[in-house]
Every structure is written in C-alpha cells, then in structure tokens.
C-alpha cells in the first residue's frame, strides 16, 4: 500500500507565469512564485494545465534558465518560468512551442461565441460556427481544415491533438475582437464585408437587376448597391443595420467602409 501523500513526502518545484497567463491560474495557485507538489516526475505539461493554464497558451518554458519542451519531466526543486507569446524571454536560446497560425487564418469557434463568429465573419475572416459543436466536431474540424479553436472552455485546449487554439478571455464580443486581432496580428488582414454573417460564405457584388425580383418594394425604391453570398444566395445592401456595423467597424477600425 503506498503511504498517503503530505507536505513532508512530495516533491516541489517553483513556476513563475509571466504576462496575462497569471490570470488565467485556478485559485489555489495564485501565489507568486507558484509552489508546485507532485509525486514522481509527472510531464511538465500536465502541471502547466492542472494549474489552469491551457497549453496552447504557453509559447516558452525555461526549466533552470534552459528552454525545455512540453515532454520535460519535473524533478524536485526545479525553477520554472512559463512565458506567452506576447512576453520576451531573458535567454536568447529558446525552444518556442507556439507555431505560427495557419495560412491563411481561419477559425472554428465554440457554441459559447456566436456572437464573434459573426463579427470575425465581418472583418472578413473564414469563421466557422454552429450552436450545436460538440467538442469532438470542433477538434475534428481543427485538424482537417487546419483552423484555430476559438474556445471560452480551457478543457478543449489541454486535448494533446491542439496545435491552434486560443481561450477567450472577455465575455463582451467588442473586446473579444480585439483579442484576437491582437493575439494573431491580423491588423493588416482586415477585409470588412468580404463574408455573409450568416453563414460564412465568400460575397461578391451584384448587379441589382439580377435580384430586383427577390428585393421588398422599399428596399428596390432606395437602395442600388447589393452583395450576394456565393454560397447561399444572402443579399446585402447598405441599409440601417449596415449602417451601424459600419459605424462600430470605423470605431475599431478608422476609414474603413463599405466598398
């Protein structure tokens, strides 16, 4: 029978987290430095997630001022420091385990992020949605299509098979945005009104005359500018509630309108 775990028979090891990774540690684990007990030698990853921090967070990992990987084993009285992707690292030799995102970026977002799907679809970015995801759909479409797991759930991130994720922080959708534009330095990629909002298709102008029968009488009597999605046939024009996404677009993103 193995002898129950105390203070006195674990071993320990010292974790600093650096940058916005402090924020996202459970609460037992908010002291700084982090004190870290554990039997054997457990894989570094395990403990990075079991303190909270998903490991697709995590971009650097020094283990006694050398880089180490995510299959590192912990030994007692290591030094650890945990870095994101938006931190510097003091030693220049550094292994950097966050891969750069794919080309060209696209996401799948979880059932908790509706709302973003459609503001990302806005700024043009291929964002795939649905308000009935399983986990599992959500995984399987990060790895055939190559695209970014947008969760607010840190449980779909400490899945092994995760190359690309990133765990929301903000529940207000204007913030959320800005999030990731930041996180994946997409300030140059903005292409607003490229997408339909609905279901993520490719817009293309169209002539007017080629709808005109689809159009209401006041919408056909005001309006001559229309896009259409390729996809399912959405059509666009530069109505009120355009005109308000407008407006929060030239907020976030000054001169840009519909073209």
């Known amino acids: 029978m193995s002898r129950p775990d105390t203070l006195e028979n674990l071993s320990l090891a010292t974790f600093r987290f650096f940058g916005n990774l402090k924020k996202l540690l459970k609460r037992r684990y908010d002291e700084e430095p982090v004190t870290y007990r554990f039997r054997e ?41 945990i870095y994101p992707i938006d931190v510097a690292v003091p030693e220049p030799a550094t292994a950097h385990l966050c891969p750069p995102p794919p080309e060209p970026v696209a996401f799948v977002l979880d059932v908790h992020l509706g709302k973003l799907a459609r503001r990302l679809r806005l700024l043009g970015f291929d964002a795939q949605y649905r308000n009935d995801y399983s986990d599992a759909e959500i995984l399987q479409e990060s790895d055939e299509q190559n695209r970014i797991i947008l969760t607010r759930d840190r449980g779909i991130l400490k899945h092994r098979r995760v190359v690309h994720g990133y765990l929301v922080r903000s529940g207000a959708v204007d913030e959320q945005v800005v999030e990731i534009i930041s996180r994946y330095r997409l300030h140059d990629r903005l292409r607003p009104w490229s997408r339909c909002l609905a279901c993520n298709g490719l817009l293309e102008n169209v002539e007017k005359s080629e709808i005109d029968h689809r159009l209401e009488p006041k919408t056909r009597l005001y309006f001559e500018r229309f896009r259409r999605c390729r996809d399912f046939g959405h059509i666009y024009w530069q109505g009120t509630n355009v005109e308000k996404l407008d407006r929060w677009l030239d907020n976030l993103i000054p001169g840009r309108f519909l073209s």
Do not use: C, S, W
């Open 41 to 81: 030698h457990p894989g570094i990853k395990d403990a990075i997630e079991a303190m909270g921090v998903p490991h697709t967070e995590v971009n650097v990992i020094m283990v006694n001022g050398r880089a180490a990987r995510f299959d590192y084993q912990l030994d007692h009285l290591d030094t650890v420091g």
